[in-house]
């Protein structure tokens, strides 16, 4: 005996499923992602797009399957002999699982090891350090001075107005270090390495127009690595909910030419 020939079809159901699967046309056509400036960031936005559109289709195809049973067999009639074997849903059960393993955690895979290799790989020899430091409220950032090496710092010696970052005198390479506030100026085409620290709590390390995020967290040393693809004035932001100023902790993200970079970085009185 079946049903589903007198089945009623619901045409509300059907509207549904078009216009969700036109929202998700109209997201791709529109390009609803911010600007990409970073070479990494284009692979981001790929795995984000491919992660939208294959869960995207799998939630419809969902929906309509489970829309389809409910109307056909939700009036709580007994449906003898329209039961299924146990193999067959046995099979209904682990084979859309397999698939969708396949197509997101292999599709995820494949696209996003390159681009975690780009943040996280190898560092082009010629890359720009810089650090940069957490503190509520604020982004402190480092850089090496002169002799291009970061020197020494000591929580102890950490106060707010004199000494922000803890730099010891008596080290020769502490002494050329450079401190700014919440201003991060970085070379474009240029891969920059900034090694992430924090003075309290979790901070998170964020400029969203490329792509870049990465916690930091108190007592440990984190870094990400990008290339800024164009010149220009970008956000920095802090993307974990860190305290109550949470939403002034931001900061700018200077992309400039070699040139520029060097005189802004000339103009830098050491901290010490
Ligand atoms: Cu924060």
Not at 90 to 119: D, K, N, R, T, Y
Request: proline share 5%; hydrophobic share 45%; aromatic share 10%.
């Amino acid at each position: 005996m079946s049903t589903s020939g007198d089945a009623p079809r619901s045409p509300a159901f059907g509207l549904l499923f078009y216009l969700l699967g036109a929202l998700v046309v109209a997201g791709f056509a529109l390009g609803w992602l911010p600007e990409v400036s970073s070479a990494h960031g284009h692979g981001i936005d790929r795995v984000i797009k491919y992660l939208l559109l294959t869960t995207g289709t799998l939630f419809l195809v969902g929906c309509v399957v489970l829309g389809r049973f409910i109307l056909t067999y939700g009036k709580g009639e007994a449906q003898e002999g329209a039961l299924v074997s146990e193999r067959t849903q046995l099979l209904w059960a682990v084979v859309p699982v397999l698939l969708m393993c396949a197509i997101s955690e292999v599709g995820v895979l494949v696209m996003g090891l390159p681009v975690f290799g780009q943040v996280y790989g190898e560092a082009d020899e010629d890359a720009f350090e810089v650090e940069v430091v957490g503190k509520q409220f604020e982004w402190l950032i480092r850089y090496p001075g002169p002799d291009g090496v970061f020197g020494e710092v000591d929580h102890d010696k950490v106060h707010d107005s004199r000494n922000p970052l803890g730099l010891v005198k008596s080290d020769p390479a502490a002494r050329d270090d450079v401190v700014v506030r919440g201003q991060l100026h970085v070379p474009v085409d240029r891969m920059s390495i900034v090694h992430l620290r924090s003075l309290d709590v979790i901070h998170s390390f964020t400029v969203p127009l490329f792509r870049s995020k990465q916690d930091t967290l108190p007592g440990y040393t984190a870094y990400t690595q990008f290339i800024p693809e164009a010149e220009g004035t970008f956000e920095l932001a802090c993307a974990e909910l860190c305290g109550l100023g949470h939403y002034r902790m931001q900061g700018t993200v200077t992309v400039q030419s070699e040139e520029a970079l060097a005189e802004w970085l000339s103009e830098q009185e050491p901290w010490l």
